[in-house]
């Protein structure tokens, strides 16, 4: 069974930063797609950022040019650098991973693997 469990939330004023990680475990794909989502309370989980197993990458419009996705195969670890940080980030982040061929999708119910959650939260 495929293990996620996400570090490295807190709580940090605005225009801080935070490096978010997900340990991953016992998923051995070649093909896939691993991304994190956030959750605002009374929100939708919403994608923040999708990587492929060829390192394309992809974000959400509210993150462009401030977060950044990248993952490390050889300590299979998803990370997410996460810049310029405002109060609307603070939401609780999700890791997630699944066997994919193509473009990763960005629908929470494709991806099949989650972590716990970690929160966010930025103050003004």
């Known amino acids: 069974q495929v293990q996620l469990v996400e570090s490295g939330g807190?709580?940090?004023?605005a225009g801080g930063s935070l490096r978010?990680?997900?340990?991953?475990?016992?998923?051995?794909y070649s093909r896939y797609c691993m991304a994190w989502f956030r959750r605002a309370p009374g929100k939708e989980r919403d994608e923040?950022?999708?990587?492929?197993n060829a390192?394309?990458?992809?974000?959400a419009d509210s993150v462009k040019g401030r977060f950044t996705i990248s993952q490390d195969n050889a300590k299979n670890t998803l990370y997410?650098?996460?810049n310029?940080?405002?109060?609307?980030?603070?939401?609780t982040y999700y890791c997630a991973a699944a066997a994919f061929v193509g473009a990763c999708p960005t629908q929470w119910s494709e991806y099949l693997s989650?972590?716990?959650g970690t929160q966010v939260t930025v103050s003004s």
């Open 48 to 52: 923040v950022a999708t990587i492929d």
């Open 10 to 13: 807190g709580s940090v004023q």
């Open 80 to 82: 997410l650098q996460m």
């Open 84 to 91: 310029s940080l405002k109060p609307e980030d603070t939401a």
């Open 20 to 28: 978010l990680s997900c340990a991953v475990s016992r998923f051995a």
């Open 55 to 59: 390192g394309t990458t992809r974000y």
């Open 114 to 116: 989650w972590g716990q």
